[in-house]
Each structure stands twice: as structure tokens, then as C-alpha cells.
């Protein structure tokens, strides 16, 4: 059973930074692309960024591009996300995610949403 651990989240300033993990388990971690997507009240979950098995390749919605970087840690089977410079608009639920098959596109998984795997969210509120 895959299980997938956010954590990281609070409320912090506009202009602050925050570092989200993950912590997988329960799947061959190495081998599976993993994103980050988000839910803002009152609003549908939406794409953030996604980064290949590999971390060779990695993908990002447009609102976040620049200012947030997503990586991984195959060896600790953990996920991250840095970011910098936040908005109140990315207040929001941030969720970590498994791509649906092993060995997937980063670009794939934003564009059509191939998670298979969620994790349990962590919640962001920026706000001064």
C-alpha cells in the first residue's frame, strides 16, 4: 500500500520562503515521477510541479514557474518542494503524488493528472 507523508506547511508572510518533504513508502520510490498539486479554497485541486524518476526532467504550472523548485531524494524516498517568494494566492492545501505507472513524463502528469497515489495534504496560508 503506497502511503505518501506531507510535510512543512504553515502560515508565513508574502515574500517568505517554505520547504515541503514526502515521504513515500509502500513503492519502488526510484522509479516513479512524483508531483506536487495544490487546492485553494473554494477552488478545484490543481497542478503545481512534477519531477521524472529520474529527476532529469521537471515540470511546472505557469503561476509557480521560477519561484518554486521541485526535487527528490531517491535514497530517502522523499520529495520535495521549495518555495520561494509566496503569494497569498498559493494559500492553498498542497498535496504530494504518485504517478499512476512506473518510469512516467513529468510533462504528462501536469497536463492530464496521472496520479495514481495522494497523500493526505499539507496546508499553506500566506498572509501578512
Known amino acids: 500500500q503506497v502511503q505518501l507523508v506531507e510535510s512543512g506547511g504553515g502560515l508565513v508572510q508574502p515574500g517568505d520562503s517554505l520547504r515541503l518533504s514526502c515521504e513515500a513508502s509502500?513503492?519502488?520510490?526510484?522509479?516513479?515521477?512524483m508531483g506536487w498539486f495544490r487546492q485553494a479554497p473554494g477552488k478545484e485541486r490543481g497542478f503545481v510541479a512534477a519531477?521524472?524518476?529520474?529527476?532529469?526532467?521537471?515540470y511546472y504550472a505557469d503561476s509557480v514557474r521560477g519561484r518554486f523548485t521541485i526535487s527528490r531524494d531517491n535514497a530517502k524516498s522523499t520529495l520535495y518542494l521549495q518555495m520561494n517568494n509566496l503569494k497569498p494566492e498559493d494559500t492553498a492545501v498542497y498535496y504530494c503524488?504518485?504517478?499512476?505507472?512506473?518510469?512516467?513524463?513529468?510533462?504528462?502528469?501536469?497536463?492530464?493528472?496521472?496520479?495514481?497515489?495522494w497523500g493526505q495534504g499539507t496546508r499553506i496560508t500566506v498572509s501578512s
Open positions: 519531477i521524472t524518476w529520474n529527476a532529469k526532467s521537471a
Open positions: 509502500g513503492l519502488t520510490f526510484s522509479t516513479y515521477t
Open positions: 503524488a504518485a504517478d499512476r505507472f512506473p518510469y512516467g513524463n513529468a510533462h504528462t502528469m501536469g497536463r492530464t493528472n496521472t496520479a495514481g497515489s
